[in-house]
């Protein structure tokens, strides 16, 4: 879990309260999510729009703008789930700032995901995110970047537990990120197996497919 914080350049502030209902319209709130949005969720800022015209980096379909959402919330922190309804409703990439409590214990952390935009309502995946900060921690400058999209990587990357590979670009990131999820899931489940199985020939079966397993995770890392 990393413990950076950017410092978002002045140039990109944008600084607009978004309102909730907003969200809501936009049809990625569900009946059973509605409720935890409202006791989640205090307000939504639109706080910097990382664009061609406020960073000078060139856009693509794939990035072209990178957002900052500040999210007070109302009590100690706001869910996954609640985070997931808002980036589909929005067709770029989001950072969130997600912040609570009051002065002098006021704490921030950023979370993202690595959306995948296409068509229709955006895909999004694990949230990945630093630890909970005080509000006046040192904050990074933005890494250098050429585009928007390789900005977009470098800023997400270091919350993810995988570092991008020469070449990778985010969707690829991001499918290798849901590979190694899958295989995670896959050799614990073995290992399971392997512990309560009682029969000696099914055990050897059983061991080769989780070496098997292992190996193919070791080679998605």
């Not at 990945?128 to 040192?138: A, K």
């Not at 080769?208 to 193919?216: F, H």
Request: hydrophobic share 40%; glycine share 4%; with cysteine.
């Amino acid at each position: 879990m990393s413990d950076l914080l950017y410092a978002w350049p002045e140039a990109a502030r944008f600084g607009r309260t978004v309102p909730k209902a907003r969200f809501h319209d936009a049809g990625t709130i569900r009946s059973g999510l509605r409720e935890r949005f409202t006791k989640e969720v205090g307000r939504i800022t639109w706080a910097y729009k990382l664009a061609e015209t406020t960073v000078n980096l060139r856009a693509s379909t794939d990035v072209p703008e990178i957002q900052v959402f500040e999210i007070e919330a109302k009590e100690d922190d706001v869910s996954d789930q609640v985070l997931a309804a808002i980036d589909r409703a929005v067709r770029t990439p989001i950072l969130f700032e997600i912040g609570h409590g009051k002065d002098p214990d006021r704490e921030v952390r950023m979370t993202a995901t690595l959306k995948r935009l296409g068509t229709g309502v955006p895909k999004v995946g694990t949230y990945y995110t630093t630890s909970w900060q005080p509000v006046d921690t040192e904050r990074r400058a933005l890494p250098a970047s050429l585009t928007l999209a390789s900005l977009c990587g470098a800023l997400v990357e270091p919350l993810t537990p995988l570092c991008a590979r020469a070449g990778e670009d985010l969707s690829d990131l991001a499918a290798r990120l849901d590979s190694v999820r899958a295989l995670e899931r896959e050799v614990a489940s073995l290992e399971k197996k392997l512990r309560t199985e009682p029969q000696l020939n099914r055990k050897v079966e059983l061991r080769r497919v989780l070496q098997s397993k292992q190996t193919e995770l070791e080679e998605q890392r």
